[in-house]
Structures are given as C-alpha cells and as structure tokens.
C-alpha cells in the first residue's frame, strides 16, 4: 500500500514487505471486533451450546425406554424423518447418541453456518456499506487486514462453540470419538459458510444482498440434501452434492467417517483464498456485480401510498415468495416417494401421519410447516414497516398528505394480498410438484393440495393480525414477540407429536387449529375464530398506529 | 404583514420524551411570506418542533396551530399546503433518486414537469441512481428538489444543506429567494448562520426547548454587541470602565472591545474625543449572537469556573452544557 515510499532495496523484495502490508492492524481489528461483540458473539457461542447440550439430553428425557427410541428412531429412518433430519444412519439399531446425531446435530451445524454468514457479512460488507470500512482503512490497515479478522473472529468463535459441544455431548456419555466427530462436522460446516460468504461480501454491494446470497446457498444445501436423504437410508448421490449433505456423512457413532470433512475444509479454503482475490479486483464500497441505474422519472403506479409500501416490500416478498415456491414444488414432488416408502413400512408406523392415506397424510402436515414460512415472511415484512418507522422514512412519507392510517393501511394490504399470492403459490407448487411426479391419478390431488395451501390463510393472517396490534400499541415488542409466534409454531409443528406438551401451551400454537386438509375435512369454526383474530388484530393495530406518534424517540 | 394571521403559531409548548424536556413553554409565530431562521444547537429541540408542526408528534401541553388548524387532527390537509425536508434524509434504497421526487409530488396531486426538471438540473443531481449509492449530499439534493419543486405554501426545512457543497448552498439560496418572492413561507432551521443570516426576515434562537430571542435581525443586533477595533491618539483604556464594554483589549494604540448595541453613539462620541486614528466596526455576526447565548449559559453556571475557558468555549462544550441544563431541568 506505501510502495512508492519503499525504498530500492524494499522494492527488490516487494513479496514479504506488501504481504505483511496488507494484513497489518489484523490484530487491531480483531481486538475491536470482539469488542463491538463481545455481548453478540458471546450470545451465539452460548446459544449454540444449549442447543448442544439440550439436544444431547433431552433425547434420553424424550425416550425414556428402548421401545420408545425404537418407535422414535423408526420415524426418522422413514422417507419424512429423512428429509427433515439427515441420512439417518444407524436408525436401524437406535441408541441415544446415534439418535442425536441423526436427529439434532443437522440444526447445531445449521446454527453454527448461520452464525458464521451474520458474522462475516457484519464485519466485510456491512461496515463498508455504512462507510464506517472507510475510516477504518483510512488507519494504518491493510487490503486483507478486515476480512482476516473478522475470518479469525468467526472460525475462533465457531472453535470455541464446537468444544463447548463436544463437551455437550460427552456430558451425556455419548462415545468421544464420535462427540469429537461432531464438534468437528459444526466447525467444518462454519469454515464451508465464513467461506462462501467472504465470496459473496466481495460480490454484492449491500450487506443484505451478500447475506442472501450466503443465505440461499445454506437453504439449497439443506433443500438438496432434503431430497438426497429422503431417497435413500444414508443418503443417495443428491446428499453428496450438499455441504451440509457432507457434514452428515460422516455418520457418527455408527461410521465414524472423517473423510467427508475434508470436502468441507477444502471448499472453504478454495471460497476464502477466492474472497481474498476477489477482493483484490475491486474498490473499497464498489462490489463485482455492477448497481444498474435505474428510472428517472416514476412509473405513474408509484405516486400512491399503496405505490410506495408496494416498493418498500417489494423485495423481501419478492425472495420469500420465489423460496417458498420452490420449497412447495419440491415437497409436493416427493409424495411418490413417501408413497413406495409407505407401502414398505409396517401400518404401525404409516399411522403416526393423520389420516389413513400417508403420501396426504405428508402433504397436510407440509402445508402446515410452509404455512409456518409464510408467516414468517409476513413478520419479517411487519418488521420492516417497524424499520420505516425507525429509520425516519415513515416520517418521511407522512409529511407528504398521507395519513397514519393511510400509510398503514396501504403497506398491510400490500403486505396481506402478497401473503395470500405466496400461500396460493405454495398450493400450486405443492401441487403440480405432486401431480408431475405421481406415477398414477397424480391430477386428482392437484386441487386438494392447491386447497390445502390456501386454507392455511386464516393462521397465517391471524398472526399478521396479532403483531399488527402490537405495531400499533407497542411497537417495540411486535416484531419479536411476532418471531416468537413463528419460532414456537415452528418447533411445534415439527417436533409436537414427539414432545410431551401440555394441551394449555399447546392451544397457543397459532399453526396447531386448522385441521390438517386434505386427510381431515375442511372445519369452520378454527377459520372463523382465526380470520377473527386476524381483523381484530388489523383493526387494533390501525386504531393504534392512528393515536400514537411516529417514531417516538 | 401583521394583520394576516400567523402560518404557524406556537404557544407555550412542552415535549417530553420520558425524564428529558425537549420542548419548554416554546412559542414561535412565522407571518405569510416570511422565512424564518430557526438557529439552535443540535439536541435544542429543533427537530422536534418540526414533527410536532408535521403532526407526527403530539404535545403534552400548548397549542400548535398551522395555517390556523391543529396539525395532529388535520395533517393530511394541511400536509397538503405544505413540504418538508427531513433533517436526516433517508430514503428508499431501492428507489432512483427520480422516483422518489415524483412519488412526493404525485402525492400531492398535479405537479409542474417542467419546474421539476428544472430543479433537478440547477442541483446537479442524476435522477436515475438508485439512492443506497447516493451521498448524504446527493440524499438531501433528492428532498430538496422534491420540496422545493411542489407547489405549496409553506415550507418546512430542517437544516436542508447540511451535506451539500458550497455551489449547491449558493443554488439553495437563489431558489428560497425565488419562493420567498413569490410570497411562500419558509421555516428554516440551521447551523449554517451565513444562510440564516442571507435568506431570514425573522430569527429565533432556541436554547434548551425554550426560544431565547427572536426578532429580525437588526432586533437581535440590537439586542447584542458590537466589536470595535480602534486606533487613537490618546490611550482608550478609559473606556474599560464603563458598564457597557466589555472584553477590552489593549496593544499599544489599538484597542478592540465590544459595546452593548444600544449605547454605539456614546461610546463614538468618547472616542472622538481621543483622536480615532482608524476605527472598523463589526455588526454582531450570529455566531456571537449564539456564543453570546451559551457563554453566559457556561460562565453562569461555573461550567468552566476560573479556567477562563468560557470565551473560548467551543461548540461542543455549549451543547454539551446545553443538554446538562435539559437534564437538570428535569430533576427539579
């Protein structure tokens, strides 16, 4: 970087003097990183941990006989279990520790990926889009010297959560060798990610951007995997075209593989060497993929409130709507699979699914678990009204005469009207997913599956409905308590039947109401107390937002 | 002018967010046609009158009216007559610089193309980026042109330039100039004095939520100091004594001073008697209007007790003695 001060002989030997110029202040850096963290990172470390260590002993609480983990450990070595968890190696002769590396350790190396994306993107992209990487390099620090520290920063944290899991799982008695293996899939799959995403930080020109980029390659890891595992017991060639497919290959406690761990560890250097260079071919705050310029004038569809919540909302919509689709055409195209598995398993088991058909049994219970996303984006698109709030553009746009109403009024009927396309889309997806893959009467289930998408309207606008109220009355706690909703109705979905829930708390899964169309028939009265809960909740909200203040300080 | 009702009138205003005081008992009143200098520090409660004239903020006490009506209840009429820049531009990130300035103006109803276009030329500005890869600059150009482009009465800018060149300042100024003469108000707040000082009928300072003068600006010279730099024959230290100077200094003949605004004639007449040699004297710049405000606010309370650094106080000190008022306030 100061090589036109280097002296004659400096210049002779450029390599070692500008190597250690690039990554000079990494240590700095790295000091002030973990101080900006120290409470975030510490979070994650810890939240990793119980997550180690609740999965690595709540399976002998859940199980507490051998004929429960038989029962148990049938479920995920049927097609289902497999596509939601993994491979399922050894589910054959079950024991615990084999049961929580099939059944659990996908979602610790799935938080672990999480954590290493929202960490390098935080630290690379992030502060140059807020010019703040700017002043920074403005100090005496070099070219690689951010991207190096905040790589350090993550992997160490991800070191430090991995021991703190193969503690977890020695802490249960679980074998060391395959506890270790464990530990070692997680940091594999937290270099894989930091890896990709010191790519995809040099490739956007926003800090969302390079976290959606690193973000759907996790979700087609785990969507391709899904396909591979559900195939085949220990995973078909789909499972190997996945790094988190590899992580899962290394079949602890059953295998004890460590080889597939190198496919990890090489990619990810192959990705991190790739950032580095990529970094090299840009400016600071310019990405690789050039912003276009855009209109200079508006489409006449702008100048309306409902124009611009339609383009505030756009986007996110736009990315869950595409997911979602895609999730539903795949679910939907597995049901020739679930249905040869079914004709394969004893009837005991085919029983756990609602209804006495498995292959709509699956299917019910898959438009729960999307609908479960859909209102996940329907939060996420409520937080970031919560964000025009806060960022000071809904000041913004209500000195123009557009009432508080108005204002919210139009961005939820973008919001509610985008929910129930996605929800129909889903339905579709699901749909012509099956009716495509069917190898007889595939057209029949079309229009049942394409209703069992759009019955899910009710529990999905009641949770809009829920935290629109709270936008309106306490706007500080919708969007969490809103995530709170969907993380619950999540776990609930999927894990309820295997938990011993009592019904009270049961009763508050928004998702758990709606009878489970097309293997149970249509009820009216969960539609109606839903869509009920949904406009009250609208009308709360619009009530609300129209007596208070515009982000109060 | 006086005859016309107020466009916007305050009366003993009082906003508090929580144990802090942003606004006390502020009362501010602007005529048709007039623009307005609003001068403050930051953390003053600029911004908050502002929201509070938008309706976006309610007042615990007082009365607020605009163009006669209450903004909380009527603010979609009244947003109507009137444009606001914000004094933290942010914008749409995915939006072009151009799409936004319609969307403002279509909200509105009709709106001049022509007069739209123009503004976007005399700023500078290149409506087709999208506005995440604007300048803080480039992002306040968008709010302007939007404001200054719709046809409205009133005008609501709360420190408009800050970010913006020297060229576009000068480009600001013409075009408030223009609307003034065609009779639009404007309330305009600022650090930029020279702005106030250029484009204002009437100042109000606010100090702590409270407005602390108002007036034109000869008023508020008036009110204030003038510096005199004088070379006399005889010694001038005689003038240290009286009540009206203050901050003598003395370097061989040259003496320099300041003298309340309205005792200028005695003191020029005492000093003819001592044969002026060379005189120049300053009209109080608005800086020393402010420092003025925040010194005594920082000597009387003893911030700075013996160090002498009153004088020199800097600007952060005085904000910073400004915010220590608010919160004592509260206490009491």
Known sequence: MSAPALSSEARRAPSTASEQA???????LLGFMLRRDRIRTTAWVLGITLAGFYFAHAVSVVAETEEDLVSLASLYADPVGRMMVGPGFGMDAPTYERFYASGYALFIYVLIALFSIFTVVRHSRAEEQAGRAELVRANVVGRHATLTAALILTLTANALAAGLVLVAGVSADYDAAGSTLVAASGLAVGLFFAGATAVTAQLSESSRGASALAGGLLAVAYLVRMGGDAAEVGGSGLSWASPLGWSQQTAPFVLDRWWPLLLLIGSGAVFIAAGYWLSTKRDIDASLLPGRLGRAEAKPSLGTPAGMAFRTLKGGLRGWGIALLLAGLMFGSYAQTILDAADSLPPEISQIFAGEDMMLGYLAYMAVFMAVFIAAAGVSGLGQLRGEETKGRAEYGMSAPVSRLRWLGSHLLVLVVSLLLILCLVGLGMGVGAAATLEQDGGQYFGQLFLAGALQAPAVLAVIGIVTALFGWLPRAATAVGWVIIGFGGVMTAFGGLLDIPDALAELNVFG??????????????????SLICMAGIVLGLIGFHRREINRV | MSESPPVIRTQDLVKEFGPVRALDHLSLSIAPGEVHGYLGPNGAGKSVTMRILLGLLRPDSGSVEVFGRDPWRDAVSLHERLAYVPGDVELWP???????????????????????????????????????TYSKGNRQKVALIAALAADVDLLLLDEPTAGLDPLMEAVF??????????????????????????????????????????????????????????????SAESVAGLSFVHDVHTEAERTVFEVDGDHVGEVMSLLADLGIRSIVAHPPTLEQLLMRHYGDDLSQRGVSSGTGAATSGTRADADASVRATTRTKKVS
């Open chain 1, 22 to 28: 690039t990554f000079a202040g990494t240590g700095t």
């Open chain 1, 513 to 530: 109401h709606l009878a489970e169309y097309p293997v149970q028939d249509i009820e009216w009265t969960p539609i109606l107390w839903l």
């Open chain 2, 94 to 132: 995915n939006l072009t610089g151009g799409e936004v300035i319609d969307l403002f103006l279509r909200l509105r109803g009709p709106y001049d193309k022509v007069r739209r276009d123009e503004l976007v030329e005399r700023f500078g500005l290149d409506p087709r980026k999208k506005t995440r």
């Open chain 2, 173 to 234: 100024q013409e075009v408030v100039k223009e609307l003034k003469d065609q009779g639009r108000s404007v309330l305009l707040s600022s650090h930029i004095l020279a702005q106030v000082e250029a484009l204002s009928d009437r100042i109000s300072i606010i100090r702590a939520g409270h407005i602390v003068e108002s007036g034109t600006l000869s008023e508020l010279r008036h009110m204030t100091r003038t510096t005199i730099e004088v070379e006399t024959d005889r």
